[in-house]
């Protein structure tokens, strides 16, 4: 727990909330961008380098860039007239309080199930390839055909829109 | 000679307390990289406007110092001078963000690019990732200048310009994947490291072989992409967008906006060098005398020169041309290319594999030019305006 752990997390934490409160929707994008720079930061600290390039290539390199470009697109730019706070806030609020129950739950479990080890273990790259392409192949190919499957079904939702307009 | 700046690094070092040091020494690299680079960033407008100006039969600058040498000290007096004009609508917090964090940005990727023998600020096990990481941080810059001018032009460049950099990025990606699959590893360092033999005279640099040609010429053209420069220089084209995000920014920051621009050019470049063109190694054996970082600026100022010659030749792209050509023919040939250099990897030693791999590349290119130049229809064009 050092202090650049506790400034990188009050840098995620801030823009996680901003990200919910403010009203511009733009600005909410922006600052869910700070949040994502923030987990980066965290798992750079970490020594976690390739989820931290890979968070800031996906999540701001991609994922912050298609949120913009859904607001642009939808002409959802306009400020929201009544509050940001949605009418069924109180069941939101149960279901991200058993989300957080649930996980940290199962954190504070796996601590006491894990061996203490004495160094950190070193993680390169190419153990991560490895992993991936060997014990892991299921999951991979799981989440390569999930992610064909959505894009071929989004390209089908915008062809036949097309053909509808015409 | 080779080792003069790393010698002079730990010379200069050496004069501090040892608890200092290792602080000392990473702060000298990182202000030599500030420095060196916005210099070269000056010498090459210069170099630019003259090239460009031949190329057109013009003169160019000719006014400050000899042969218009000084002017980019001209240009840098009068951009600070400038007033800085802030619309009254504009956002004021992500409009000024936005310079800093493009100049950010495009700075940090010079961390990882080695620049001479054991020249490098950081050598990270997951150098290349941290290059295009950094590489797809510049795109929420752009559009956080293009949004906060509250301008139709400005947002139009941004869209423009963030729908081409996507694009473009992932062929960047992709043809950079070729040569870790060839290199194994995604350190800069060791990818240049693979480079460094010879075979007689001749160097192992990747553009010598079938898919590290393809591979280098589909990363030029997402390259000229990605830093919106002729012919893709849709997002600012003057004659549609007056100057597309950067329209409402106005001294320093416009300043800060075009050395963006450059700095993202030379970081490209150099990574372009590193990966294909051998890094800083010698292009034949009996050259290696000459010091390693020699080589580097020469490359990357070669990849430089290439990107003006173009601008001063080529006519700009049309919106749905540049994503067509990115989507179908840059995209597919890049994806074929990583199959190729799959098969390059596991044919073996052998003249068998240039023979296959050339094969292949060469008919798919063929193949795929022919058919979308089929589907273009393509006949002798009336234009109404002209009768």
Same mark, same amino acid.
Do not use: C
């Given at each position: 727990m050092s202090p650049v752990f506790y400034l990188v997390s009050a840098m995620t934490v801030a823009g996680a909330l901003a990200a919910v409160l403010l009203k511009p929707l733009v600005h909410c994008a922006l600052a869910v961008t700070v949040a994502f720079a923030g987990l980066a930061f965290l798992f750079l600290s970490l020594d976690a380098q390739f989820a931290g390039f890979a968070q800031i290539l996906v999540y701001i390199g991609a994922v912050a860039i298609l949120i913009v470009f859904a607001i642009l697109l939808t002409k959802g730019s306009e400020l929201p007239r009544d509050g940001v706070f949605s009418r069924s806030w109180l069941a939101g609020v149960v279901i991200s309080a058993a989300v957080f129950a649930a996980l940290g739950w199962a954190i504070l479990r796996s601590a006491w199930t894990l061996p203490h080890e004495a160094a950190v273990p070193v $993680?390169?790259?190419? /153990?991560?390839? $490895?992993?991936?392409? /060997?014990?892991? $192949?299921?999951p991979l190919e799981i989440v390569a055909l999930l992610l064909t499957a959505a894009t071929i079904g989004a390209v089908i939702v915008a062809m036949h829109e097309k053909e509808g307009a015409k | 000679m080779d080792q003069i700046f790393v010698l002079l690094q730990h010379w200069l070092v050496a004069f501090l307390p040892l608890s200092l040091q290792p602080v000392a020494s990473v702060l000298l690299a990182v202000v030599a990289i500030v420095c060196v680079f916005p210099a070269l960033f000056a010498l090459t407008t210069v170099f630019e406007r003259k090239g460009l100006a031949r190329i057109q039969n013009r003169i160019g600058p000719n006014r400050v110092g000899p042969f218009g040498i000084m002017q980019p000290i001209a240009d840098g007096i009068?951009?600070?001078?400038?007033?800085?004009?802030?619309?009254?609508?504009?956002?004021?917090?992500?409009?000024?963000?936005?310079?800093?964090?493009?100049?950010?940005?495009?700075?940090?990727?010079?961390?990882?690019?080695?620049?001479?023998?054991?020249?490098?600020?950081?050598?990270?096990?997951?150098?290349?990732?941290?290059?295009?990481?950094?590489?797809?941080?510049?795109?929420?810059?752009?559009?956080?200048?293009?949004?906060?001018?509250?301008?139709?032009?400005?947002?139009?460049?941004?869209?423009?310009?963030?729908?081409?950099?996507?694009?473009?990025?992932?062929?960047?990606?992709?043809?950079?994947?070729?040569?870790?699959?060839?290199?194994?590893?995604?350190?800069?360092?060791?990818?240049?490291?693979?480079?460094?033999?010879?075979?007689?005279?001749?160097?192992?640099?990747?553009?010598?072989?079938?898919?590290?040609?393809?591979?280098?010429?589909?990363?030029?053209?997402?390259?000229?992409?990605?830093?919106?420069?002729?012919?893709?220089?849709?997002?600012?084209?003057?004659?549609?967008?007056?100057?597309?995000?950067?329209?409402e920014y106005s001294g320093f920051k416009f300043a800060l906006f075009f050395l963006g621009e450059y700095l993202a050019m030379f970081s490209i470049s150099g990574l372009g060098t590193t990966l294909f063109l051998g890094g800083w190694s010698a292009p034949f054996s009996f050259l290696t005398f000459i010091p390693s970082w020699i080589w580097f600026f020469s490359k990357l100022m070669m990849s430089i020169f290439v990107f003006i010659w173009m601008r001063g030749t080529l006519p700009r792209l049309r919106q749905d041309q540049l994503m067509n050509f990115a989507w179908k023919f840059v995209l597919p040939l890049t994806l074929l290319n990583l199959m190729v250099t799959a098969l390059w990897r596991f044919m073996g030693e052998g003249w068998a594999r240039w023979g296959v791999c050339s094969a292949i590349l060469i008919a798919a290119y063929i193949l795929m030019g022919r058919v979308g130049m089929y589907k273009e229809h393509f006949g002798p064009r009336r234009y109404r305006y002209a009768e």
């Open positions: $993680v390169t790259v190419h /153990d991560i390839g $490895v992993a991936l392409v /060997d014990r892991y $192949v299921l | 009068k951009s600070l001078t400038k007033e800085d004009i802030v619309p009254s609508i504009a956002n004021a917090p992500v409009h000024f963000l936005a310079p800093v964090v493009l100049v950010v940005a495009v700075f940090m990727g010079f961390a990882v690019l080695p620049m001479g023998r054991n020249m490098v600020l950081v050598d990270m096990d997951a150098g290349l990732l941290f290059y295009f990481a950094m590489g797809a941080s510049t795109e929420v810059s752009v559009f956080m200048a293009g949004w906060s001018s509250r301008n139709k032009y400005s947002l139009l460049g941004a869209m423009r310009a963030v729908a081409q950099m996507i694009s473009y990025e992932v062929v960047l990606l992709l043809s950079s994947v070729s040569v870790v699959m060839i290199a194994g590893s995604l350190s800069l360092t060791k990818i240049v490291a693979a480079q460094s033999g010879y075979t007689g005279i001749f160097p192992h640099w990747y553009i010598f072989t079938p898919w590290g040609l393809v591979g280098f010429i589909m990363y030029a053209i997402a390259a000229t992409a990605e830093t919106n420069r002729s012919p893709f220089d849709l997002p600012e084209g003057e004659s549609e967008l007056v100057a597309g995000y950067h329209t």
